[in-house]
């Protein structure tokens, strides 16, 4: 029987406890509704407590509705409770990725109200295969070989052992009803491609056990990756280190890494510890190994806009941590946020009575006010006068400073025509002074987080 089939997997893979409350996604499918009926039938014996939670996608009104309704019936008639609820999709991106991470934020949210310990679908052994087949074209690594994993954090998926085949017949067998979905049927998508075509062309053609052994690809992937997972883990500790814009990775070992190490240290890094998450593509990787094996200091490998690798003596700084503020256009008495870590505000003030110097705080004419007043990042090139000074470089007077030079590409400057105004904290120009005569004048202030920016400081012993 099945159920005692799925009843050795859970055991084996140690899925389930006895006593558990169990949240089971339904959708009103062939899949899901056999996963309800065979966990039904498992529960005296697990002494289970089982909730049903489906979620209309609102995708197709009328078969979403037939399905709701479906699922209605089919717990009533079991007696398992039910809870729903309808998603609002947005009409951009993705909508299949969209409305996956939108339905298992909702069945987190209602595994907690109804006090469930665990979330199960009904993933089987032949979306496993169909898994791997599209990872093994998409060219993945041994990562991604791995496939979908029984059990990850809250999430169960005991059917992972049992085809389609075998679910098929029970639900047939039974007489147990469910929906179609034809959207399941349109080969446009791959997925449903390698499941309509390429796999039943394999199994034609000399390869009838493909979905089984695809599977098991998976299962040994994932064991060779957790054997080396914790040697991975060690070396990342050693390489990699917190660092005030990111991290910083010592160049020396790493260089002294064979190649095949350090490619792989170099992946996992970008997965397990790049807070950006986003993929670097296999020929990037290969072009960041080759900088870094050859790159003397000063040089610079950049992935993208927020991220850099820079060579320093015998490490690496690698800036993920800083954030860029765009191009602002600040308008008079507004405060701007111009990022995580720096915050400008414009203030009408009266005319003070004795003058501070207050790099942080400066006072300008109200004239200032008619005129568009930017903030933007300092760029090489630029310059700015000061009272009673002929012109200066803003990277010198930013090297003066002792702005690290992690910051330096990220410090806002504030521009009138493209003249520089004031930099923040360092100095201000000769323009738009306060006269004797005037009673109020613009009172501009920039406020810095000085515990992100010490940090850096203090890394680089200014």
Known sequence: MLAHKVHRYITTKKLLNRGEKILIALSGGRDSVALLYLLHELAPAWEWDLVAGHVNHGLRPGADNRESDLCRKITQELGIPLVEGKLTIPEKGNLEQIARELRYELLATWAKEKECTVIVTAHHLDDQAETILYRLLKGSGLRGLQGIHPAVQNLRRPLLGITRQEIDTYCLTRGILFAEDQSNQDESFTRNHIRYTLLPFLKGTGFPNVSFHLAKLSESATHMYHALEMYIQEDLN???????????????????????????????????MDSHKSHVSWETLQQLAAFLRESEKGRSFEIDSNRKWIVETTSVIITSGIDTGKITLWQPGKTIQWTSWFRLTWETASVPKTWEVNPWEEYFADDLIHIKVYI???????????????????????????????????????????????IPGIRRSKEYPVLPTSTSCVKLTGILKKEYYDKVKQKFNH
Do not use: C
Request: proline share 9%; glycine share 6%; hydrophobic share 40%.
């Open 238 to 272: 050693s390489l990699f280190t917190p660092h005030p814009v990111g991290f910083e990775m010592d160049l020396k070992t790493w260089r002294r890494l064979d190649e095949n190490r350090q490619m792989l240290l170099l992946k996992e890094f970008f997965v397990r």
């Open 376 to 422: 933007r990042g300092w760029k090489p090139g630029d310059r700015i006068e000061p009272w009673g000074e002929g012109k200066h470089l803003v990277s010198d007077l930013l090297k003066d400073a002792s702005v690290p030079a992690m910051i330096r590409p990220h410090y806002p400057v504030v521009v009138v025509n493209d003249d520089i105004l004031w």
